[in-house]
């Protein structure tokens, strides 16, 4: 099995592919719960996808509806604002639907290990970082750490919060991006740190209190997933260092 990924510079420019290969050849066959997973990574992946579109969507209807209830726009305008408009609501309805069919399970409290989740949340942008000089450090853990949580809404806030970070560290031309974990018996605090990068103060300061379909996608993206994991009982902070970044979700 083979991954091939485009290898560009800091300033966008196209310098080759790098390819990253998995053995199979011991493989005798692929078992039924393989295949399971394979179905769950592409529904995963769709989700992705369709919260992102989303996220864009909302911004475009914010802006619109704002510059339709302007009185000053020009009469010449308001036409095509209001097609622009219409054609990002339905554009919204038609994602809705494609979220109703990629339901990421029961939102019903359950047991989840924090390395299963942690992984699931990187594979999917893995081969394409790693191709873009971004290294991933997973968290070294002795053991298995368990949450009681709603499985979605963790996988969800997850991906969020590693799509702002792995946007940084492409944008600055690659880095390390590393994970920690700090559990005790009541509690548990996950890292998402990047080395040298540091995060907007739109997001640093980020109030959930002003959530808005009007924020700048990397604030959505980050709102996104405070809320969620608000939703679970949680909190999330994002810092920024001498260092770099960190975003901490406890």
Same mark, same amino acid.
């Given at each position: ?10 300033? %966008?420019? @196209? ?5 990253? $290969? *998995? &053995? ?8 039924? =719960? ?14 992705? $996808? ?7 969507? *909302? ?18 305008? =308001? %036409?095509?604002? *209001? ?27 359950? $047991? $989840? ?6 992984? &699931? !949340? ?8 790693? !191709? ?5 450090? +997973? ?15 963790? +996988? ?29 018996? &009541? ?10 990068? +540091? @995060?907007? *103060?739109?997001?640093? &300061? /980020?109030?959930?209190?002003? /959530? ?22 949680? @909190? ?9 970044? +960190?975003?901490?979700?406890?």
């Amino acid at each position: 099995r083979v991954w091939l990924s485009p290898r560009t510079s800091s300033e %966008g420019d @196209y310098e080759g592919y790098v390819a990253i $290969v *998995q &053995d199979h050849r011991d493989v005798a066959s692929t078992e039924p =719960k393989h295949l399971l997973e394979a179905g769950q990574v592409t529904q995963y992946l769709t989700a992705g $996808v369709a919260h992102s579109l989303n996220t864009s969507l *909302q911004a475009v209807l914010g802006y619109g509806g704002l510059v339709l209830d302007d009185p000053t726009l020009a009469e010449g305008l =308001k %036409g095509p604002m *209001q097609s622009l408009y219409d054609a990002a609501g339905a554009a919204t309805r038609l994602v809705t639907h494609l979220l109703s069919l990629t339901d990421l399970g029961d939102d019903a409290p359950a $047991v $989840v290990g924090v390395s299963s989740l942690i992984q &699931d !949340a990187i594979a999917s942008r893995e081969a394409y970082l790693i !191709a873009n000089n971004v290294t991933i450090v +997973r968290p070294d853990l002795d053991e298995e750490v368990y949450l009681w949580a709603s499985p979605p809404k963790l +996988r969800r806030a997850m991906s969020h919060l590693l799509t702002n970070a792995s946007a940084l560290a492409l944008a600055h031309g690659g880095g390390t991006m590393q994970i920690e974990v700090d559990a005790g018996a &009541d509690t548990m605090v996950m890292a998402i740190e990047l080395r040298g990068h +540091r @995060y907007p *103060q739109e997001i640093v &300061d /980020f109030d959930p209190a002003s /959530f808005s379909p009007t924020l700048p996608q990397a604030v959505m993206t980050h709102a996104l997933a405070v809320g969620l994991v608000r939703d679970l009982g949680g @909190y999330v902070e994002a810092v920024n260092s001498d260092t770099g970044a +960190r975003v901490l979700v406890a």
